[in-house]
């Protein structure tokens, strides 16, 4: 959408609730309207909207505009939040819900936040903080500042204070979606996430897709989880999934779940053409994940810490992708015999003694990079499977 101001809204707030919420992104709908208040000759130089997100990683969002640049978006992790939280202006608008204004052409030995100095050394004059009550009950907080020589004046204080309500309207609807899409992704996975944010929600709803399967389980976890105490568990376990986790992410593949100890995940296959690249693609993202976690062994047996095994397990083939489970608490998930092929194909890692294994439909594309150890039977399969490992790993036998 492009940000210019829409001449045919009579008032900024008109074009708030007409325009504004139309537009493709918080950037453009904060650029769109400072560009009309500063036409109709309000002198912004610097604008921000400020929000608190709920996401593992984020703890706020900041978008700001200023004049001559336009509008950007930045994201801020916990430690940099809470490090200035303390003393910055949008917790006390939070706290109160009243707007802060500070003169910047006084003393600046008078100065009750640090934010003030770097307002100052920008050549502003003035700095209004007001709240964003938003209709979910959350409450995000806005910024403006001038570099006027006399600052704002009481009637265009009053002209900000007045869109307020119309801005928190647009910033809300958006604000509420964002945490939709962060969470549906977080949880579920960026792919999966999107579809069921678009509408694929009914019980059954789905597709058959061909994707190379990736399976990683943690050995001996039920051993440990009785030895060590809770929150060492759930470090562990987050310190091994995070080493799984980031060589699929990397190299384009998604994570569907997290299953106690183990972990599936999916390189969709485009289609017949791109089988090939993806087998190849999921082998790298393993290969990757066993480098991590030989660095990471190497750093927990220097600690003394007993180092983490597994067996990862690689297969190719149809799954059905989509919504199961009861009327009222729902997974989106792959079902379907391949799947069933490459949790049995898992369970072959420790009796052959190896932490990978694949299926011969998926070592078929990679060529040297895997060797067959032959055929094995497979529990619930009538016939026996060629499975192919890693070369160079016949001694990594792991413990019983």
Not at 275 to 299: P, Q
């Amino acid at each position: 959408m492009d940000s210019l101001p829409d001449s045919s809204a009579t008032t900024p707030t008109d074009w708030l609730l007409r325009v504004g919420r139309l537009a493709d992104t918080a950037e453009d709908l904060l650029g769109g309207l400072c560009d009309l208040l500063v036409a109709r000759g309000l002198p912004l130089e610097r604008v921000g909207i400020h929000g608190r997100v709920l996401h593992p990683q984020v703890a706020g969002i900041r978008f700001l505009w200023r004049r001559g640049i336009g509008s950007e978006e930045t994201r801020y992790g916990y430690d940099t939040v809470e490090s200035g939280w303390e003393t910055s202006p949008l917790r006390t608008v939070y706290e109160t819900g009243e707007p802060l204004r500070r003169r910047l052409t006084g003393n600046p030995a008078d100065d009750d936040y640090p934010i003030m100095a770097e307002l100052r050394a920008e050549g502003l004059t003035d700095y209004l903080v007001a709240p964003l009550e938003q209709p979910s009950g959350m409450r995000q907080s806005s910024t403006w500042a001038t570099r006027h020589p006399n600052g704002f004046s009481d009637s265009q204080i009053a002209s900000i204070l007045g869109l307020l309500p119309a801005l928190a309207a647009c910033t809300d609807s958006r604000s509420q979606r964002r945490l939709l899409k962060g969470l549906l992704s977080i949880y579920l996975g960026p792919s999966a996430g999107a579809r069921v944010l678009a509408g694929t929600i009914r019980r059954g709803e789905g597709q058959t897709i061909a994707a190379a399967i990736w399976l990683v389980d943690l050995r001996d976890f039920t051993a440990t989880s009785e030895v060590l105490p809770g929150p060492e568990l759930i470090a562990l376990l987050n310190e091994y999934f995070e080493l799984m986790a980031g060589p699929v992410e990397d190299h384009g593949g998604e994570i569907l779940k997290f299953i106690g100890d183990a972990m599936l995940a999916i390189f969709p296959i485009a289609d017949d053409l791109d089988r090939d690249r993806a087998c190849r693609t999921a082998l790298a993202a393993a290969k990757k994940a066993l480098e991590r976690l030989d660095e990471a062994n190497a750093a927990r047996i220097a600690r003394g810490d007993r180092p983490m095994e597994l067996g990862l397990a690689l297969h190719t083939g149809p799954v059905m992708y989509g919504n199961i489970g009861a009327p009222e608490r729902l997974d989106f998930t792959v079902i379907g015999p391949a799947v069933n092929l490459t949790a049995r194909i898992c369970g072959l890692c420790r009796p052959l003694g190896r932490r990978l294994l694949a299926s011969a439909r998926f070592a078929s594309p990679c060529g040297s990079e895997l060797v067959s150890l032959g055929f094995h039977p497979l529990r619930g399969l009538a016939t026996d499977q060629e499975v192919f490992a890693l070369p160079g790993e016949e001694g990594r036998q792991m413990e019983g």
